[in-house]
């Protein structure tokens, strides 16, 4: 007797066509599709266990379609066998799920989802910062006793004198603070090196000390979670790790060495051409200590025990020595469930904190995309006339910022309107709009990420001068 066990009610049970039967890929249009009845999504036929599975587990309910253990004989020797033969290891579950294209949820949603289970709005915690030293602000803030990670956040800026700015935090000032906060860590506090746009956790034994790899973590994941950006400049290793831990199958290479005496030395391994010059290599410093601190005690017969070396020193330069760092980090990116979550979506996280293509990059076209316009005059007034002409200058004004010698970029039209740089993995909540002013500077409201445009320049220079003098010298939340 052979037992038929369903993954979930109200399959549609109608005939497929040839081409459907055939289509057994996730990309062929033409594929057999049922939905879920857990998340909604048309999921491939053949791939619906899978799915289903991963849906219980990451939202953590049984559907009203699914159908429980408890509904059969589970004393049944047909149909436990037949069970385990269509059986999957939860580790499975969990790299389809990352790696799946049947999520068709974008990332944002999946954000403001989690943000939802996670994120206590009836409770709030201030975060006090002197415009300069955000980083400072969050170490105090994270480290405090009574800091809960899961209340709203509301920051609160003071001026030179130590007096509130006065501005209420609906989230343009978290925004901002997230934004150089993030900066200042990864730049300016030593705890990442590398270049600029392939950064990698560093080894600083005071700020090990101190917790500041903790903290670092906690302010990434923070930041996504309440609308700020993302660290997208580290390296594809440091980003494996952070999901994968460092047991991550994907090995640091010579180019994650940010060492250049230490890197020098394992090229000149790597190139070399006779035992005696690459044992000459290994038996000099850096690479005997290295080696020694390592632990590797194989013995050298021939070149091809280069590549060994390479790993051992490369493995323990980037993962070996900074193994208390490297667990402070990933659990405060932890907080609220963060990393959890990057792991159930590994490819789509992949881009928020690495830089993958040129398409990463800001256009003027991305920036004009942001915003709409929010005309409220007549058709055909003068004051419609005015605000369409400012339009007008508007859209010359993104296209020139992309010029070598133009001193607004369009980074600075972003933070000037949103406070932030691009536009963060959560979106920008709300849509940026374009509404109009009557003075001759333009203005902005960050928290509702409104740019309001001068109305009475009747000339692109003047438009474009004014357009300057405010985006430049504005100091905070879009005050010319």
């Not at 952070?242 to 000149?268: F, H, Q, Y």
């Not at 445009?453 to 985006?471: A, N, W």
Request: glycine share 8%; with cysteine; charged share 25%.
């Amino acid at each position: 007797m052979c037992y038929i066990r369903p993954i979930q009610n109200n399959l549609d049970t109608s005939p497929i066509s040839a081409d459907a039967c055939d289509a057994d890929n996730s990309n062929a249009t033409g594929a057999a599709r049922i939905t879920c009845t857990h998340c909604g999504i048309a999921v491939i036929m053949g791939n619906l266990r899978e799915h289903s599975d991963a849906c219980v587990e990451y939202l953590g309910i049984w559907g009203e379609g699914h159908v429980s253990d408890e509904s059969f004989d589970l004393d049944d020797d047909d149909l436990q066998t037949a069970l385990q033969l269509s059986a999957i290891d939860e580790s499975d579950h969990l790299v389809s799920l990352q790696n799946s294209p049947n999520d068709e949820r974008s990332l944002n949603i999946i954000l403001l989802e989690h943000k939802g289970r996670v994120i206590n709005d009836d409770i709030t915690c201030y975060v006090n910062v002197v415009r300069g030293r955000e980083w400072e602000a969050g170490v105090r803030a994270l480290s405090r006793k009574r800091f809960d990670p899961a209340a709203k956040l509301s920051v609160r800026y003071s001026d030179d004198e130590g007096q509130s700015e006065g501005a209420v935090d609906v989230g343009g000032p978290t925004r901002e603070f997230f934004r150089e906060a993030l900066r200042q860590c990864l730049d300016e506090s030593s705890l990442f090196t590398g270049p600029a746009s392939e950064r990698s956790l560093e080894l600083n034994s005071s700020a090990e000390e101190k917790g500041h790899y903790k903290l670092a973590g906690m302010l990434m994941a923070l930041s996504l979670l309440h609308g700020g950006p993302s660290p997208q400049c580290l390296s594809l290793f440091t980003y494996n790790v952070m999901c994968n831990g460092t047991s991550t199958s994907l090995k640091p290479s010579v180019s994650d060495v940010t060492d250049l005496e230490i890197r020098s030395a394992l090229e000149r391994i790597i190139n070399a051409e006779s035992i005696e010059m690459f044992t000459g290599l290994i038996a000099t410093p850096p690479v005997d200590v290295l080696l020694g601190l390592a632990g590797y005690t194989k013995p050298i017969r021939t070149l091809t025990d280069k590549a060994d070396i390479v790993d051992a020193i490369c493995s323990f330069y980037c993962v070996g020595r900074m193994g208390a760092a490297w667990n402070d980090f990933l659990d405060g990116l932890e907080t609220c469930g963060l990393r959890t979550l990057m792991r159930r979506h590994e490819a789509l996280f992949k881009p928020v904190f690495v830089m993958e293509m040129e398409e990463d990059r800001i256009t003027p076209q991305k920036v004009l995309a942001f915003f709409k316009v929010a005309y409220v005059s007549e058709r055909g007034s003068n004051t419609r006339q005015l605000q369409q002409s400012a339009v007008t200058f508007w859209r010359d004004f993104v296209e020139d910022c992309e010029d070598f010698d133009n001193p607004v970029k369009l980074q600075d039209v972003l933070v000037f309107a949103t406070a932030l740089a691009r536009e963060p993995p959560m979106g920008f909540i709300p849509d940026p709009s374009i509404e109009f002013v009557d003075g001759i500077f333009p203005r902005a409201s960050t928290c509702a990420n409104v740019l309001y445009l001068p109305t009475v320049h009747d000339s692109y220079g003047k438009f474009c001068q004014y357009m300057r003098e405010g985006i430049l010298g504005a100091h905070g939340f879009g005050q010319a």
